[in-house]
């Protein structure tokens, strides 16, 4: 049997076939042209609507429309979102998400992945992380206490308490955590940043005057990683483990940066780690993700980033941020085989389930090129980089904080400026190719050479084997 159908309305049905899948992505970073990549690889061939504080080259590629623009003007992001008839976003940076961007996209029809405001505290209070935490017997934190200044008359008790917590009960190896967001500068830590407990208390007292709120903890001896998961829910599938390194100059010294690189391995878990560790992390993140839902009363939907420490006595939690990291982010991307747009849509739906995700059994190693001056100064903004026209197959090159002028220079800004990654069978063959890739880029620039080399690894492995017989 043929059923006419009349020509306009012929044309929509059609129309509803061809016309294209548009996702809006909201990013500050190279962390987002590696979302993008892995979004556009889709075969459902989506169209990207890209609000970004940067003009990176990147998106010339990738994007169907470029918004460079402040990516807190969430109001203006809702417009674009709306203009284009997105079908969803996904929100990669820390600041808009913890503002409640994903709450004004879904109030305007717009499903996001990214946690809503209330849920996304998880990163944006350190309080409600370590309480939450505690509250439904989630025994890996630290020893902590959060000190709030309800009245300023409670000032100098409050002090005298802080110093007592800082002296006596955590013996001068403390940190101090702002109670809010703060551009990756709000913790500091005792021996690196606070050497005497005047500083610490002098920290603690100023964090409180800003946001009310100060959290205070025991300093942990032992090895970071990071351990991501797709959320939807109570629905918790991990990505592979990845090792940050945040300090600026090799052999781990010099000040703290947002991560100068990392790696990742062929197993999915880290040379440093045991099965039991990764079970462990895994572990947490699941019964994080069911207390959120529990407390919050209502679905968590994003990327929940665990923030471990492998110590002498198990795997504890160092922080929790309710993003993709960056670097991590560019190790384990380009390693997705599965359709990200369709594990972005199950974590929407809430149908998400292992089936969706499914990463390559290959090694990463990430180095971030920076500004020579970089972090403590801003000297080079504005000056030229060179960078080459051809990359090996197994390379890839994520542009953060870079910007092309209209001759097609590629000019520098303050921050990292090009993440370079290498995938190969072992960690060794992707550190060569990543190292390889970095020795190329000429100007006023730097990275780490010893990231995912043999040397550094080994002192990992070899720093564990004696916190573990400890
Ligand atoms: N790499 C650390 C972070 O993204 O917070």
Redesign the pocket.
């Known amino acids: 049997m043929s059923v006419r159908v009349a020509e306009p309305l012929r044309r929509r049905i059609e129309n509803c076939y061809t016309i294209p899948m548009r996702i809006l992505l909201v990013t500050n970073s190279a962390r987002g042209e590696a979302i993008a990549d892995a979004l556009v690889r889709s075969p459902q061939k989506p169209e990207l609507i890209v609000c970004s504080t940067v003009k990176s080259p990147g998106f010339a590629k990738l994007a169907t429309e470029l918004h460079v623009m402040d990516i807190m003007s969430l109001a203006k992001i809702v417009d674009i979102g709306k203009a284009a008839k997105c079908d969803f976003a996904f929100v990669a940076p820390d600041d808009p998400i913890g503002a409640g961007l994903a709450d004004r996209l879904e109030a305007a029809g717009i499903p996001c992945v990214a946690p809503k405001r209330n849920l996304a505290r998880i990163e944006s209070s350190k309080s409600f992380a370590r309480e939450l935490m505690h509250k439904y017997g989630i025994d890996h934190n630290p020893r902590f206490r959060a000190f709030s200044l309800s009245s300023r008359d409670q000032r100098h008790s409050i002090e005298l308490d802080i110093r007592a917590y800082l002296e006596h009960e955590l013996h001068s190896q403390y940190v101090v955590k702002y109670d809010a967001l703060k551009g990756?500068k709000g913790v500091k830590v005792s021996g690196e940043h606070l050497m005497t407990i005047d500083s610490g208390a002098k920290y603690a007292m100023e964090c409180l005057e800003e946001c009310g709120t100060v959290v205070i903890e025991e300093k942990l001896i032992g090895i970071e990683f990071?351990l991501m998961s797709f959320v939807s829910g109570t629905s918790v599938i991990d990505m592979p483990a990845v090792q940050?390194h945040k300090r600026a100059d090799t052999g781990d010294m010099g000040p703290n940066t947002?991560?100068m690189g990392t790696y990742s391995d062929v197993s999915h878990g880290l040379p440093f780690l045991e099965p039991s560790d990764m079970q462990t992390a895994s572990e947490i993140n699941k019964k994080v993700a069911a207390a959120i839902e529990q407390e919050c009363g209502e679905s968590y939907k994003g990327i929940l980033y665990g923030g471990f420490i492998a110590t002498s006595d198990g795997v504890k939690v160092i922080e929790y941020?309710a993003r993709f990291?960056?670097?991590?982010v560019l190790n384990v991307l380009p390693l997705l085989e599965s359709d990200f747009v369709a594990i972005c849509q199950a974590i929407i739906t809430g149908n998400l389930t292992s089936e969706h995700v499914k990463f390559l059994p290959k090694a990463t190693v990430c180095k971030y090129i920076v500004p020579k001056s970089y972090p403590v100064d801003k000297k080079e903004v504005g000056q030229k980089v060179m960078i080459p026209q051809e990359f090996p197959e197994n390379s890839r090159i994520y542009f953060g904080d870079v910007h092309f002028d209209d001759t097609g220079n590629v000019l520098l800004g303050g921050s990292r400026s090009i993440g370079i990654v290498g995938i190969g069978d072992s960690i060794v063959e992707a550190e060569q190719v990543a190292q390889t890739v970095c020795e190329k880029i000429a100007g006023p620039v730097r990275f780490r050479s010893d990231i995912g080399t043999v040397d550094s690894i080994q002192k990992r492995v070899d720093l564990m084997h004696k916190l573990r017989a400890r």
């Open positions: 990756g990071s940050d947002g991560g941020n990291g960056d670097p991590e």
